[in-house]
C-alpha cells in the first residue's frame, strides 16, 4: 500500500552540529570511510586516520607500498573497510580492516599506525564490502565471492584472534558464493541483504523468478548457518513492481521486527515476517520524487539523505510520518553514505557521519540534543519572557488596474478605505496587500514585463514609467487614507513598500513601535514562467518586534479553474524558497525565528499571515453556485472550495498547516465591474473565494481572529477582503533564559543516558557492537 508524503510543516532546519563542525576530505569516486570512537579512517590511494577530538590533521597517513603485499595492478587502492570487533571492550575501534582493489586483506591498528596482519589475494578480485556481525567478519568482493572469519579464542588465552594470514584450523574463513556486482548490500538483523535491479538483472541462476517483474531483485542469506559452513541458500521475496533500485536499507529501534529499504524515486519499503518466517513488504512510503540515495535508522529516527544534499530525519510512528529535521549537510550534492559510530556510545554520545559528492565527511549528534534544547525551552518559555498585544490589520484586493480616483460613483466606493481602517480599533500594523495594479490582460504589457527580470530598474523606458507611477498613486492614496482615518497624535509611518509586475505591498506601523522592531526586511519571490516572469509570484515582509517575528505574504497565484496544481507549486515556491531574506548574523537574535531558522526562510518565521489572489476555484458548474448563492446556501459552496479541499485531503499542500478564519461573505470573484452581476461576458466565470487571508503560528493560541469579511468596492471584478488580528508577542530576559537553558542541559545529560543504554543494547541484539 502506497502511504502519503510526509508531513514537513513543523519541520527543524537547524544542523545538528557535534563539537568538530571541520569537513574531513574524502577522495571523490574512490575514497571509503570507517568511524568508531571518534576515529575516522579515509581510505583510497592511502589510508588517513583522523583523531577527531584532537585535531583536524591525520594522525597517520599509510601509504600502500608500505604495508609489505605485492601489488597486482598499477594503482592499488583500499575498496573496502571495517572495524573489527575485539574481547576487551576498551580496545572496540582499534583494528582496522581493510580490503583492496586487487583482493588483498590487511589489518591495521589505527592507535599506533602498525600494519599488523596482512592476507595476500584473499580475494581474486575487489573487495566490495567489509561488515563486521557480532563477533563474526564479513568480506566480500565484486565477484560475488565471500569470505565469513569467525572469532574465536586461540592458545587458550580470551585474546580474540584474527590472523588474516593463517589459512588453516579454526581461523580458515567459510567461503560462499552469491550473485556478481550487488548494488546494494548490507547486514540487517543478522541476515545478509542484497539487491540488484531492477528486476531480471544480474549474475544469478534464480534471476528468472523476477524477469517478468518491474522491481528489484532483493535476497536474504542466513548468516548463522553460513558462519557453521552450510550452504547459502537465499530467501527472495517479492519487492513491489513501482519501485526502483534498493540503495540503502537499515532496521529502526522503534520497530526491531522491520527492516526499511530506501529505494530509487523516493520510496521507502518496509519489510515483516510472516508465520512461516518469509519476508514480506507490507508498506511503501513515498517520501520523495527524487531519489533515496542514502539511509540510516539513527536513535528512534529515520535518517534519509537526498541529491540535493539533505538530510531529512522522519518520525516513522506517526501517520503520515512526520519530517521532524531537515538540514543542508553538503551543499547541493549527493548525501552517498550515512554511517553510525556504534562505538561512541561509549562516550556518552551517539555520532553519525555523512559523505557527500562534495568530497567531505561531516560529523552530527545522533540525538539531536539541540532540537530537546528547543523543545523544552519552547516549554518554559513564559518564565523569561513577557508578553503583549498588538492589532494587526490586513486588507487584500486584486484591483483589476483601477486607478485610486476610481474609488467613486457610490458610497461603498468612496467610503472604502475609511471602512477597511475603522474595521479594527487602533491597529497597531496596517497592511494592504493589491494584486494586478498593471493591466495583466494587455499583451502588449504583458510581453514587455517578461524583462523586467532581465534588466535594471528603468530600463523599459516608458514602460517603467507608467508601472513607477500606478505604484505612487496608490502609495499616495494609502498614506493620505491611514492620515485621514487614524488620530493625529498617534501617527503611522510606511516601513515597508515594494513592487513586482501587478503586485503592490504597503505597511504602515505606529510611530511608537518603531524603536522595539529590528531585521526589517522586503523582497519578492516571482512564479511565473519558471520564475523569470513576474506577473505571478509573492512580495514578502518581515520584520522582529521585541523578540517575536512576523512575516507577510502578498501573493497572486496560478490562475485557470483546472490549475489547482499549478497554485499549489506556487505556494510551494514562495514558501520554500531559500534565502529570500538575509540570515541573522547573531545566533542570539535566532531566539525571534522558529523551527531553527535563522529568518532566511518564509517558515522560519514565528507568526506568518498570508493574502491574496490565491486564485482558488469552487468545483461546481456556475449554475449550480449562481443557484446556491441565490438561496444563500454559502455552506454547500464551501465544502467544494479547492483551498479547503487541498488543505483537509493533501498532505503534501504547503498551505496545509495555514489557518482561516470561517468565511461567512459571498465569493469575491468574479465580477462586472461596477455591478453586482458575476460575470456576464462570454466566458461566464464561475464565481469563486479566489481572495483569501490565512495565518500560521508557531503557537495558535497567539493569534486571534477579529474579524474576516469582504467589502462593497466594485471598481474591478474582485472584491476586497480584509482581517483583522490581535497578536501576542514576546520579549525575553536573556539572563533568565540563559539560566533555564543551562538548567536543561543538565536535565538532556541525564535524559540521554537512558537513551544511550536502550540504545546500545537494540545495537547489541543488532550485532552490530
Request: charged fraction near 25%; aromatic fraction near 8%.
Amino acid at each position: 500500500m502506497l502511504e502519503e508524503l510526509p508531513d514537513a510543516s513543523l519541520c527543524n532546519r537547524r544542523p545538528p552540529w557535534t563539537g568538530h563542525t571541520r569537513a574531513i576530505h574524502v577522495p571523490a569516486h574512490v575514497g571509503v570511510t570507517a568511524i568508531s570512537r571518534a576515529r575516522v579512517c579515509v581510505g583510497s590511494h592511502v589510508v588517513r586516520v583522523y583523531d577527531t577530538t584532537t585535531a583536524v590533521a591525520p594522525s597517520f597517513s599509510i601509504e600502500l607500498k608500505d604495508v609489505g603485499l605485492e601489488w597486482r595492478i598499477k594503482e592499488p587502492r583500499v575498496t573496502a573497510m571495517e572495524f573489527r570487533p575485539t574481547t576487551l571492550r576498551e580496545e572496540e575501534g582499534r583494528y582496522l580492516w581493510c580490503g583492496t582493489k586487487d583482493g588483498h586483506l590487511w589489518e591495521l591498528d589505527v592507535w599506533t599506525g602498525v600494519i599488523t596482519d596482512t592476507k595476500a589475494i584473499a580475494h581474486s578480485a575487489a573487495v566490495t564490502h567489509i561488515f563486521r556481525c557480532g563477533q563474526n567478519m564479513l568480506t566480500l568482493d565484486e565477484s560475488g565471492k565471500i569470505l565469513v572469519f569467525c572469532g574465536n579464542t586461540a592458545g587458550g588465552s580470551d585474546e580474540m584472534a584474527y590472523m588474516l594470514s593463517t589459512s588453516e584450523g579454526l581461523n580458515s574463513p567459510k567461503v560462499h558464493r552469491i550473485s556478481d556486482k550487488q548494488g546494494f548490500v548490507k547486514i540487517l538483523k543478522g541476515q545478509l541483504w542484497t539487491s540488484h535491479g531492477p528486476g531480471g538483472i544480474g549474475g544469478s541462476a534464480n534471476s528468472h523468478v523476477h524477469g517478468a517483474s518491474r522491481g528489484p531483485t532483493i535476497r536474504v542469506y542466513d548468516l548463522a548457518s553460513a558462519a557453521l559452513g552450510s550452504q547459502f541458500t537465499p530467501m527472495i521475496p517479492l519487492p513491489p513492481d513501482h519501485v526502483g533500485a534498493v540503495t540503502s536499507g537499515t532496521v529502526i529501534i522503534s520497530q526491531p521486527e522491520r527492516v526499511y529499504l530506501g529505494h530509487e524515486g523516493g520510496n521507502i519499503t518496509i519489510w515483516e515476517t510472516d508465520s512461516a518466517g518469509t519476508w514480506i513488504c507490507v508498506q511503501t512510503v513515498k517520501i520523495s520524487a527524487s531519489d533515496v540515495v542514502s539511509m540510516e535508522a539513527v536513535a528512534n529516527r529515520l535518517w534519509v539523505g537526498s541529491r540535493k544534499g539533505h538530510v531529512s530525519a522522519y518520525d516513522v510512528e506517526t501517520k503520515p510520518w512526520t519530517m521532524t529535521n531537515q538540514w543542508q549537510a553538503h551543499d547541493e550534492y549527493p548525501v552517498l553514505k550515512i554511517m553510525l559510530d556504534h562505538q561512541s556510545l561509549d562516550h556518552g554520545q551517539l555520532t553519525v557521519a555523512t559523505v557527500g559528492r562534495d568530497e567531505q565527511l561531516r560529523l552530527w549528534d545522533g540525538l539531536l540534543g539541540v532540537d530537546w534544547i528547543d523543545a523544552e525551552l519552547l516549554k518554559r518559555e513564559a518564565s523569561f519572557s513577557t508578553f503583549r498585544n498588538l492589532n494587526v490589520l490586513i486588507c487584500s484586493w486584486n484591483i483589476d488596474a483601477a486607478k485610486p480616483e476610481s474609488l467613486a460613483g457610490t458610497v461603498e466606493n468612496a467610503a472604502f478605505l475609511e471602512s477597511v481602517l475603522h474595521s479594527v480599533d487602533a491597529p497597531d500594523i496596517i497592511v494592504f496587500g493589491f494584486q494586478e495594479l498593471i493591466d495583466l490582460e494587455s499583451r502588449k504589457l504583458t510581453a514587455k514585463t517578461v524583462f523586467l527580470g532581465k534588466h535594471k530598474r528603468g530600463a523599459d523606458g516608458p514602460l517603467s514609467d507608467k508601472v513607477s507611477r500606478q505604484y505612487r498613486l496608490w502609495h499616495d492614496r494609502l498614506v493620505l487614507a491611514v492620515r485621514l482615518a487614524m488620530p493625529a497624535d498617534s501617527p503611522y509611518s510606511v516601513i515597508h513598500t515594494e513592487n513586482l509586475v501587478g503586485l503592490f505591498t504597503c505597511i504602515f506601523v505606529r510611530n511608537t513601535m518603531r524603536s522595539s522592531m529590528r531585521d526589517v526586511s522586503i523582497t519578492k519571490v516571482k512564479t511565473g514562467m519558471g520564475g523569470r516572469y513576474g506577473n505571478k509570484g509573492a512580495i514578502v515582509a518581515r520584520f522582529v518586534i521585541d523578540d517575536s517575528s512576523i512575516c507577510f505574504i502578498n501573493c497572486h497565484l496560478a490562475a485557470g479553474q483546472r490549475s489547482k496544481q499549478a497554485r499549489n507549486h506556487d505556494a510551494a515556491v514562495i514558501l520554500e524558497e531559500k534565502s529570500v531574506f538575509p540570515s541573522a548574523t547573531d545566533t542570539e537574535d535566532w531566539i525571534a525565528y522558529v523551527g531553527g531558522g535563522d529568518g532566511s526562510m518564509v517558515l522560519d518565521h514565528e507568526i506568518c499571515f498570508l493574502n491574496g489572489d490565491l486564485n482558488y476555484r469552487i468545483d461546481q458548474r456556475r449554475e449550480n453556485v449562481i443557484a446556491h448563492l441565490a438561496a444563500g446556501e454559502i455552506g454547500h459552496l464551501l465544502a467544494h472550495d479547492q483551498l479547503l479541499k487541498e488543505r483537509s485531503n493533501n498532505p503534501n499542500f504547503r498551505l496545509r498547516h495555514f489557518k482561516e478564519a470561517p468565511i461567512t461573505f459571498a465569493p469575491t470573484y468574479k465580477y462586472d465591474r461596477r455591478s453586482s452581476e458575476y460575470d456576464t461576458s462570454e466566458k461566464r466565470r464561475i464565481p469563486a473565494w479566489c481572495d483569501r487571508i490565512l495565518y500560521r503560528s508557531r503557537d495558535p493560541n497567539r493569534v486571534e481572529v477579529l474579524h474576516y469579511k469582504r467589502h462593497e468596492a466594485n471598481v474591478s471584478d474582485h472584491r476586497p477582503i480584509s482581517a483583522g488580528f490581535r497578536v501576542i508577542i514576546k520579549a525575553i530576559d536573556s539572563e533568565a533564559r540563559a539560566a533555564v537553558k543551562a538548567q536543561v542541559i543538565e536535565e538532556l545529560h541525564a535524559n540521554q543516558q537512558g537513551i544511550l543504554l536502550q540504545i546500545h543494547d537494540f545495537y547489541a541484539k543488532q550485532l552490530l557492537v
